[in-house]
């Protein structure tokens, strides 16, 4: 509980108070946004969807960390397929308060940094320090070159994750807690969306082809059954790969029922992402923690993954009528790697990217980048403007390099490097198999960053979430130590 929730409850009838007023509050945004819904006033209803999500995310922040820290990560997993609910109905809007909705319940996560900041290793103060004044930097950039809506919104997709990393960090005394809280959402989240991923690949819902067609999201595929990569409940395949790959190593330290179920449906879509970045990076994962766990995990990850294998192949052997030509032509392209055009493609890219980076050592700021592009060219359009060319990096360390510049990357790459190697570091025994298992996430993640967008959004969360939680671990074993 944070100071507010303290404050509040050094009287019942304070905390009660407060109770009751958020809650009703709640139940006003839930009538005002259905009334709009049932009126056609679909603007209303976002607005209100937006406000009941932050007012919920106030409540569990100030009353319930667990709840609060689950709420944030669901929110992160299902926001994009509530867009997409909506979207279907009201029509694509590129600049809707939905998207907006999980960015605005994590960034409640600022008021512990500006509290607790001070306690803080200084060492990881002046690593995060870096961090933003490189992210300054390029927003200071990004105002002048993209405009004020632009970057403002791309800066929030880079320090949002790293708010909700810190405050993670300085709740380390809830250790144990959080990482109970976490694997559980995790379990619970491989399998929900990797159900929803596989009778999406099967039987391609109306509002996910509605959104895959409107917005134009050609390196999905083509908008039929069978032919395009599974995104599950989020908007790309690319993220579905960090959250699930997440997940499924976590499911190696979780107990009950449903860990062979979420294995099944885990690894199932895994394939059907038809991303070979994300079958190398489960492999090397799994072999990094099974090295590194002693033989009572080893059993562990051998039970889930021949269950897991049995599954999946018994369910292929029995139902003919599905067609994995995509995945199987994906598979096969690892025989001639050296040829493959999307490769090449992608090197040729970095090339031209880094004599970019030599030759334009102020940057492009934030917001020269991918979504953030497309709301500044709404605002152009609005006022008669001719329209920016959007450029879409799948890579967050292109990201960096193209939009902070010289300066910009230096910091940033340099707080970055050293809270990895921090993280990384630490030296666990053979049974703490969580901590394990959080630093081969940091790991995998850290690779992925020259192949995906790993820094940003809900990978991002994942990513410093972890990362953060690992630097956590060390202190709260200090503080047990001590007390």
Request: hydrophobic residues 55%; proline residues 2%; charged residues 15%.
């Amino acid at each position: 509980m944070v100071n507010i929730g303290k404050i509040l409850s050094r009287s019942n009838i304070g905390v009660n108070k407060a109770k009751a007023l958020i809650i009703l509050f709640a139940v006003i945004c839930i009538t005002v946004g259905v009334s709009g819904a049932i009126a056609g006033t679909w603007y209303v209803f976002k607005i209100a969807y937006f406000i009941l999500c932050l007012t919920i995310g106030v409540f569990f922040y100030c009353f319930n960390q667990q709840w609060y820290i689950g709420f944030s990560l669901w929110l992160w997993f299902l926001n994009p397929l509530i867009r997409r609910l909506i979207d279907y109905r009201a029509g694509l809007d590129p600049v809707n308060p939905v998207i907006l909705a999980p960015y605005a319940v994590t960034l409640i996560t600022i008021y512990t940094f500006l509290k607790k900041a001070v306690f803080l290793d200084k060492k990881y103060l002046n690593a995060f320090t870096f961090l933003f004044i490189g992210l300054w930097y390029g927003y200071v950039v990004g105002v002048v070159k993209n405009g004020l809506a632009s970057s403002s919104y791309d800066l929030l997709t880079w320090v949002v994750p790293v708010f909700f990393g810190i405050h993670l960090f300085l709740n380390y005394k809830q250790y144990p807690l959080i990482s109970k809280t976490i694997s559980l959402v995790f379990m619970w989240g491989v399998f929900i969306m990797g159900v929803y991923g596989f009778i999406q690949f099967i039987h391609l819902f109306d509002w996910d082809r509605n959104w895959m067609i409107l917005s134009n999201s050609f390196n999905l595929g083509s908008a039929d059954e069978f032919n395009f990569r599974v995104f599950s409940t989020l908007n790309a395949p690319a993220y579905y790969v960090v959250v699930v790959l997440a997940g499924l190593f976590l499911l190696f330290n979780c107990r009950g029922f449903l860990v062979p179920l979420a294995a099944v449906f885990g690894y199932g879509t895994l394939f059907l992402t038809q991303i070979r970045r994300g079958w190398a990076m489960a492999f090397l994962g799994t072999l990094v923690i099974f090295i590194t766990a002693d033989w009572k995990l080893r059993l562990k990850i051998i039970k889930v993954l021949l269950i897991a294998a049995l599954a999946i192949s018994s369910f292929l052997a029995f139902n003919v009528n599905i067609d994995l030509t995509r995945v199987e032509k994906r598979f096969d392209s690892f025989h001639n790697i050296t040829e493959d055009k999307s490769i090449n493609t992608r090197i040729l890219f970095l090339c031209e990217l880094s004599w970019r980076f030599l030759t334009h050592p102020v940057g492009e700021g934030l917001g020269s980048v991918g979504q953030p592009t497309r709301l500044a060219n709404v605002n152009r359009e609005k006022a008669g403007w001719r329209a920016k060319s959007t450029k879409a990096f799948d890579s967050s360390a292109m990201h960096i390099l193209f939009a902070l510049g010289w300066p910009g990357a230096l910091l940033y790459l340099l707080g970055f490097a050293f809270l990895v190697a921090e993280a990384l570091k630490r030296k666990w025994g053979r049974g703490n198999y969580f901590e394990i298992i959080t630093k081969t996430i940091i790991f995998i993640i850290a690779i992925d960053i020259f192949f995906c967008r790993a820094l940003l959004g809900v990978a991002g969360v994942v990513f410093w979430s972890f990362l953060c939680l690992s630097l956590a671990a060390e202190k709260y074993y200090r503080y047990k130590d001590a007390a």
